[in-house]
C-alpha cells in the first residue's frame, strides 16, 4: 500500500483528499502546515506527496524545496490556486515533479498519482538509438553535440560538465536525445516521459522543457560551450539539434 503525505490546511479539501485516497488503498498521513509536514517527513519515507502552496506557516515553496530535500525519491505533486506559468516553473524549481490547479477533479488527481507511481516503478523510457559505449557495455549513450546524455547511469553532461535535472527533465531530455534531429510529438512525448494513460493538461511538458532549456544555457555557458537547441514545433511537439545547427529550424 503506498504511502502519501497529504499537506493541506484546508479541513474540507483535506477531509475530502483523505477520504478519497484511503478508499482507493494509499495509506495517508495528513498534515495542516509545514512544519508538521517537514516533521513528518523525518519519520516515513514516502511514495507520493501531495503539498498545497498555500500553507498558513510556511511558505509552500520553501516547503516543497525542504520536502525535497528530505525525501529525494517520493513523487511531489503541489497543488495551487495559481495557475501564473511562473508559480508552476518556481514549484517544478524547488523540486516538484508536477502540479494540479484547484479546485481539482479527483478523477484526475488518482489518474495523476496512478500515472506517477506507475512509472517510477517501471523505470525511465529512453528509444532504441543511443549506442554502445565500449566493449560488452549496455550503456546507452546519446550525443546532440557537446551534450552527452548517459540513459542509464542517469547523467547529462555538456563537455565536462555535469547538468544538474531533476527526474522528470532528465527523462525528458533522455527521450529527445534519443533521437536527436528529429520531430517528437506532443503526444508521444507525453506518453513516453509521463504515461501512455495521462489524464490532464499537456502545459506541464512545456514547463519541463523551458527548465530543460535554462539549465542546459547555464551549464553550457559556465564553460563557454554552446547548448543543444530545443526546438518547438508549432502544433506538433519539439526536436532537439545540436547549437545552431544547419539541418534547420522550425
Known sequence: M?????????????????SVLTANRYHVHWALDGESAIAAADEVAYDLILLDLGLPDMDGVDTCRVLRERQPGAVIVILTARDEEIDVVVGLDAGADDYLTKPVRLSELLARIRAHLRRGSAGSPVGDSATNSGAGSAHRIHRVGDLQVDADARRACIGDREVVLRAKEFDLLARLASEPRTAISREVLMSDVWDEHWHGSTKTLDVHVAMLRRKL?????????????????????????????????A
Open 217 to 249: 544555457s547555464a551549464t553550457a555557458g559556465e564553460i563557454g560551450l554552446p547548448a543543444p537547441d530545443i526546438v518547438t514545433l508549432r502544433g506538433r511537439g519539439y526536436r532537439i539539434q545540436p547549437a545552431h545547427d544547419a539541418y534547420g529550424r
Open 2 to 18: 503506498p504511502d502519501v503525505l497529504l499537506v493541506e490546511d484546508d479541513l474540507t479539501i483535506g477531509r475530502t483528499l483523505e
